[in-house]
C-alpha cells in the first residue's frame, strides 16, 4: 500500500485592492483629499464648516465597458470598492470535539477552549470526511467551553445541533497551507479551508482559485482530476466543493488544476462581518498511486464586479 504526502500552499491575489490616502488635519478642522482641480461632489467638514475642495481635474470622472471601468483622476482613491481578503486553512494541532451547536445563537459547545481565542477563525466540521458539512466564523467570545460567532456561513440548514459521534470537530483556521501528510489507499482525506471578503462594491465581487500545476510530484506524475462531480473512496481523485450562500456551484467537487475557477461571488456588497465560504479540498489515493511528495500551489484572486 503506497503512502504519500500531500501539500496545497494558499497564496492571495487581490486584484483589486482599497489604499489609505493622508487627510489634511487639525484640531478643529480636516480637508480630505485635496486635489486642487474642478468638479468635486465628496465634502471634508468639521464641527462648524464643510469644504467641497476639488478644483480642475478635467479628465476625472468614470468610464465603463463590457469588461472594464476606469476611475479617473486623483480622487478616484477615495473609492467604495476597497477589498479586505482572508483566505485561511485549518490548523490540525487544534482539534476539539464540540457536543452542541446553536447556529441561530452562533455558539458551538467544545471539548476544550485552550487553543481558542477571541478573534479567531475557525471551522465546526460535522461528519468529518469526504460528506463533511461546514460552517466558518470568527470567535467574539469565549465562556467556558461555549465561542460564539459573529456570524456562521457554509452548511447552516442543514448541520444538527448535537454531535452524534466522535467525527464531529472544531478547527483554528490559521494556516497558509493543507498537509495531508502520509495517506494510505481507502481512506477519506479532507481540508477546510476559507475564503473571507469583505468590500462596500455595490456591484459585488468575485472569488477565483488556480493552481499553479496540477497535484502532482518532482516526475510530473499527476493526481487524477475529479471529473464526475464527486470524490470517492477507490478511485484517485482529487478535487475541492464549496458551501453557503456565496459559494459558486456548492457542494460539488470541481478540479484544482491551471484553468482559473470560481468559487465564491455576489453581486451586492458583502455582509458587515464578512463574507465566507468554506472550501473543502478531498483527495482519494488508491494502490497504484506512485509514491512521493506531491504538491500544488493554489492561488486565489479576488475581484470586483463590473
Same mark, same amino acid.
Given at each position: 500500500?503506497?503512502?504519500?504526502?500531500?501539500?496545497?500552499?494558499?497564496?492571495?491575489?487581490?486584484?483589486?485592492?482599497?489604499?489609505?490616502?493622508?487627510?489634511?488635519?487639525?484640531?478643529?478642522?480636516?480637508?480630505?483629499?485635496?486635489?486642487?482641480?474642478?468638479?468635486?461632489?465628496?465634502?471634508?467638514?468639521?464641527?462648524?464648516? !464643510?469644504?467641497?475642495?476639488?478644483?480642475?481635474?478635467?479628465?476625472?470622472?468614470? =468610464? @465603463?465597458?463590457?469588461?472594464?471601468? /476606469? $476611475? %479617473? +483622476?486623483?480622487?478616484?482613491?477615495?473609492?467604495?470598492?476597497?477589498?479586505?481578503?482572508?483566505?485561511?486553512?485549518?490548523?490540525?494541532?487544534?482539534?476539539?470535539?464540540?457536543?452542541?451547536?446553536?447556529?441561530?445563537?452562533?455558539?458551538?459547545?467544545?471539548?476544550?477552549?485552550?487553543?481558542?481565542?477571541?478573534?479567531?477563525?475557525?471551522?465546526?466540521?460535522?461528519?468529518?470526511?469526504?460528506?463533511?458539512?461546514?460552517?466558518?466564523?470568527?470567535?467574539?467570545?469565549?465562556?467556558?467551553?461555549?465561542?460564539?460567532?459573529?456570524?456562521?456561513?457554509?452548511?447552516?440548514?442543514?448541520?444538527?445541533?448535537? !454531535?452524534?459521534?466522535?467525527?464531529?470537530?472544531?478547527?483554528?483556521?490559521?494556516? =497558509? @497551507?493543507?498537509?495531508?501528510?502520509? /495517506? $494510505? %489507499? +481507502?481512506?477519506?482525506?479532507?481540508?477546510?479551508?476559507?475564503?473571507?471578503?469583505?468590500?462596500?462594491?455595490?456591484?459585488?465581487?468575485?472569488?477565483?482559485?488556480?493552481?499553479?500545476?496540477?497535484?502532482?510530484?518532482?516526475?510530473?506524475?499527476?493526481?487524477?482530476?475529479?471529473?464526475?462531480?464527486?470524490?470517492?473512496?477507490?478511485?484517485?481523485?482529487?478535487?475541492?466543493?464549496?458551501?453557503?450562500?456565496?459559494?459558486?456551484?456548492?457542494?460539488?467537487?470541481?478540479?484544482?488544476?491551471?484553468?482559473?475557477?470560481?468559487?465564491?461571488?455576489?453581486?451586492?456588497?458583502?455582509?458587515?462581518?464578512?463574507?465566507?465560504?468554506?472550501?473543502?479540498?478531498?483527495?482519494?489515493?488508491?494502490?497504484?498511486?506512485?509514491?512521493?511528495?506531491?504538491?500544488? $500551489?493554489?492561488?486565489?484572486?479576488?475581484?470586483?464586479?463590473?
Amino acid at each position: 500500500m503506497k503512502r504519500c504526502i500531500f501539500i496545497v500552499s494558499l497564496f492571495i491575489v487581490p486584484l483589486l485592492c482599497g489604499g489609505s490616502v493622508l487627510a489634511m488635519t487639525s484640531t478643529n478642522y480636516i480637508v480630505n483629499w485635496d486635489s486642487l482641480n474642478q468638479g468635486g461632489n465628496d465634502v471634508g467638514t468639521s464641527t462648524s464648516y !464643510s469644504i467641497r475642495d476639488t478644483m480642475g481635474e478635467l479628465a476625472s470622472g468614470t =468610464s @465603463t465597458s463590457a469588461n472594464y471601468k /476606469l $476611475t %479617473a +483622476g486623483y480622487r478616484a482613491q477615495d473609492s467604495a470598492e476597497a477589498l479586505s481578503f482572508v483566505v485561511k486553512s485549518q490548523n490540525n494541532s487544534t482539534q476539539v470535539h464540540y457536543d452542541a451547536l446553536n447556529i441561530s445563537l452562533t455558539t458551538v459547545n467544545v471539548s476544550s477552549t485552550a487553543a481558542f481565542s477571541v478573534g479567531d477563525y475557525i471551522a465546526v466540521v460535522q461528519d468529518q470526511g469526504f460528506s463533511e458539512k461546514v460552517i466558518v466564523g470568527r470567535v467574539t467570545a469565549i465562556v467556558g467551553t461555549v465561542m460564539t460567532l459573529d456570524a456562521p456561513y457554509g452548511a447552516t440548514g442543514v448541520m444538527s445541533t448535537a !454531535s452524534s459521534n466522535n467525527n464531529d470537530y472544531v478547527y483554528q483556521l490559521s494556516g =497558509s @497551507t493543507a498537509p495531508f501528510g502520509s /495517506l $494510505t %489507499a +481507502g481512506s477519506e482525506n479532507v481540508y477546510v479551508t476559507m475564503s473571507s471578503v469583505q468590500t462596500l462594491s455595490s456591484s459585488g465581487y468575485t472569488v477565483y482559485i488556480q493552481g499553479n500545476q496540477l497535484l502532482q510530484n518532482v516526475g510530473a506524475q499527476a493526481i487524477t482530476t475529479v471529473s464526475d462531480g464527486a470524490v470517492s473512496v477507490g478511485s484517485e481523485e482529487y478535487g475541492a466543493s464549496t458551501t453557503g450562500t456565496r459559494a459558486y456551484l456548492p457542494d460539488t467537487d470541481l478540479g484544482v488544476t491551471t484553468t482559473q475557477r470560481t468559487i465564491q461571488t455576489s453581486n451586492v456588497a458583502s455582509a458587515k462581518p464578512a463574507d465566507r465560504v468554506p472550501i473543502i479540498y478531498k483527495l482519494s489515493i488508491t494502490g497504484s498511486t506512485a509514491s512521493g511528495a506531491y504538491s500544488q $500551489t493554489v492561488f486565489y484572486t479576488l475581484t470586483v464586479n463590473y
